[in-house]
């Protein structure tokens, strides 16, 4: 059984369960794939926006269930409320066993505080035109599960996938000024508080970098999304990294790929087995054998 990579703190946001877009299959993998001290999931974790009961596969319920055994087997576990899971905010302050659902949060790192909330606070859009906002996204599940078509369709041609709203986000000033404007404005009010680092979630855009305003420093942080991205933070030995699941596996398959070359170069070498994988072969294939007979 493959060890699990054991990390410190790991920050995730904007898995939007329940919606066409969620990537909950390739998360789960994530998941399971480390061993986190803290985890911190921070806002829109279940989309209560387009929650409907004739969407919420397996794959999707998998992910709450492995969340639950994390917390049962002692992985602190915070769940910061979004706007999609706004509903959840009412009961902030709720603790069970290592659990806790805060609006906001602040942890310390080797002398360093951070300052972790989702971000929609900065967002004008969900502060005056709520039904707009709940609109776009809407049309955003909707373009992405168009996408999800086409993507079919190109990998099938051989043609590299596609990503809508990413080309749309880099394609529109606006966009990407929003982004900016969201980021320099976390930035400024984290420094202004003395925070050393302000992590957020709700644009879908991952970042790392440190901002600077009036000689003073904070080092901006975005975990990304499940939907496009696949990304989340983490933190461990004293060192920030983004991690991003879609590379993690391409270089994994490089690396699969390297490997078999270089044993097809070798000689193949005898395989020695012990009495029981000796046994258990020759039992297998003496059911194979039986089972022929049968028919």
Known sequence: MKSK??????????????TYGCQAKELLRYLKSIQ???LVLNGDIIDMWQFSKNYFPKSHTKVLKYLLTLISKGTKVYY????????????????????????KIVLEFDGKKAWIFHGDAFDVTMQYSKWLAKLGAIGYDLLILLNVFVNWCLERLGKEKMSFSKRVKNGVKSAVKFINQFEMTA????????YDYVICG???QPEHRTVTINGK????????????NLTSLEYNEGTWSIYNYLQAQKTAWENVVTASSEEDEE??????LNNKELFNNLLSELQVAATRENK
């Open 5 to 18: 990579r054991k990390v410190e703190l790991v920050i995730i946001s904007d898995v939007h369960l329940g």
């Open 36 to 38: 986190p001290q803290t």
């Open 80 to 103: 910061v409320t979004g706007n999609h899971d706004e509903m959840l905010r009412k009961f902030a302050g709720f603790r069970l066993g290592t659990f806790e659902l805060v609006n």
């Open 187 to 194: 930035a400024e009010i984290a420094i202004e508080k003395g």
């Open 202 to 204: 709700h644009i879908h």
């Open 217 to 228: 420093s904070v080092v901006y942080l975005n975990s990304g999304d499940w939907i496009e």
């Open 267 to 272: 000689e193949p070498e005898t395989e020695v």
